[in-house]
């Protein structure tokens, strides 16, 4: 079963100039999975999704997309790719309006057709962006915010997304909109890569998890192993 899978990251040695953070990891994303990166603060779970995207610097290792080698090449090159990526910090336009917002990550997209289709979608996905398409992104609250930065990673129709946190920070509420926005993602197919903090909530999406530790591959399996492994449970679910 190596057909589908649509992203791999294999033995990946990644950092920052000379500093070594990632030391050998391991990732791989089935096409219409959910994959879930765990792991303390620290692990490399961030790192992971910018040496894909080539905002870490990668000193070995491979990255494929669909099979084709992707490996240092940078986010705006991986768009036409299908793969998109929401970093940490629900980075949002603020001057802009959602629907300004929206446009800006479809900039790639010509036909006309395809991007009035993935307006339609997301609106559809996000009622609440439909209502306040003419706000300032800037002036919303910080789950809206999120739901922007989110949307806007969807107006390329991508194949697959990878999300940096997307709950961290938010009221019990929005984490709980942020998951169902995450779990209807999954219905409709799209393939994620996603790091959370909240461990429960992502393992129990998760079609398969790793653990990082150190740089390094700790654990993995389905999400419900993960949820059942003592040690997880020990080290990040407060047993
Ligand atoms: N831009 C950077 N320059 C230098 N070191 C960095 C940079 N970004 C991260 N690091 C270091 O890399 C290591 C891994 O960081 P990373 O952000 O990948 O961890 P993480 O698992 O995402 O942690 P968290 O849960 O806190 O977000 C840390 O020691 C961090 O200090
Ligand atoms: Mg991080």
Redesign the pocket.
């Known amino acids: 079963m190596t057909d589908d899978v649509l992203l791999a990251c294999s033995d990946i040695h990644a950092g920052?100039?000379r500093?070594p953070?990632l030391r050998g990891v391991n990732v791989v994303v089935h096409t219409g999975h959910f994959v879930s990166l765990i792991?303390?603060?620290?692990?490399?779970?961030?790192?992971v999704l910018k040496a894909i995207t080539g905002y870490a610097r990668l000193q070995s290792g491979t990255v494929t997309l669909a099979g084709t080698p992707i490996t240092g090449l940078r986010a705006d090159r991986l768009v036409p790719l299908g793969l998109s990526y929401v970093p940490?910090g629900r980075i949002v336009f603020g001057e802009m309006t959602v629907h300004e917002n929206l446009e800006m990550g479809a900039f790639t997209v010509t036909n006309d057709r395809v991007r009035a289709d993935a307006f339609a979608h997301v609106y559809d996905l996000f009622p609440r962006l439909a209502e306040r398409r003419t706000q300032l992104a800037g002036t919303m609250s910080g789950g809206e915010q999120q739901m922007v930065a989110i949307a806007r990673g969807l107006m390329i129709r991508p194949r697959i997304m990878l999300l940096d946190?997307p709950s961290l920070g938010l009221a019990p509420r929005f984490v709980q909109i942020v998951f169902e926005t995450l779990r209807m993602l999954k219905a409709e197919g799209l393939s994620m890569l996603v790091?959370e903090?909240n461990a429960a909530q992502a393992l129990a999406i998760a079609d398969h998890a790793y653990l990082?530790e150190l740089g390094r591959n700790r654990l993995e399996g389905t999400g419900t192993e993960l949820l059942e492994n003592p040690e997880t449970r020990r080290l990040y679910l407060g047993d």
């Open positions: 920052y100039g500093v953070v792991g303390p603060n620290g692990a490399g779970k961030s790192t940490q946190e790091v903090q990082l």
